[in-house]
């Protein structure tokens, strides 16, 4: 699963920003210098923490009901969604080095057609992912 959603705890500061606190994902707290900003921030941070779950291989808790969260005077909780997916291409694009063997006859007819072999990898392993 990539696309998750969780409650967030967001506390007004006296300047004008917001704290924003996730309270079932340890360690997963922002800020941000205004809403929307804030908005911004979380769902970064939230996409940050959850990918280092999967990637971890930690199992990932389930999201609170609202109702069951304590909040103090002026706090109020909000909805934050993410694709970790997403985050991943955007800040986890790193090219690897892969070997792969095909039949000799096949690489001359691709090489002389002027094919990208790593291009019509990648299309071809998305395609099989579903993730085009």
Excluded at 57 to 70: D, M
Excluded at 109 to 132: R, T
């Amino acid at each position: 699963m990539s696309r998750y959603a969780y409650p967030a705890i967001f506390t007004p500061e006296t300047d004008g920003g917001y704290s924003i606190l996730f309270p079932d994902l340890e360690g997963c707290c922002t800020c941000g210098d205004n809403m929307a900003d804030g908005l911004m921030m979380a769902e970064d941070v939230l996409a940050l923490v959850l990918y280092g779950y999967e990637a971890d291989g930690r199992e990932i808790p389930s999201p609170s009901a609202v109702n069951v969260l304590t909040l103090k005077d002026g706090e109020f909780v909000n909805y934050i969604a993410c694709d970790t997916l997403k985050y991943r291409k955007m800040h986890n694009n790193k090219a690897v080095k892969k070997t792969l063997t095909i039949p000799e006859w096949l690489n001359e007819i691709a090489s002389e057609a002027g094919i990208n072999f790593s291009q019509v990898l990648q299309d071809a392993l998305k395609a099989e992912l579903h993730l085009i």
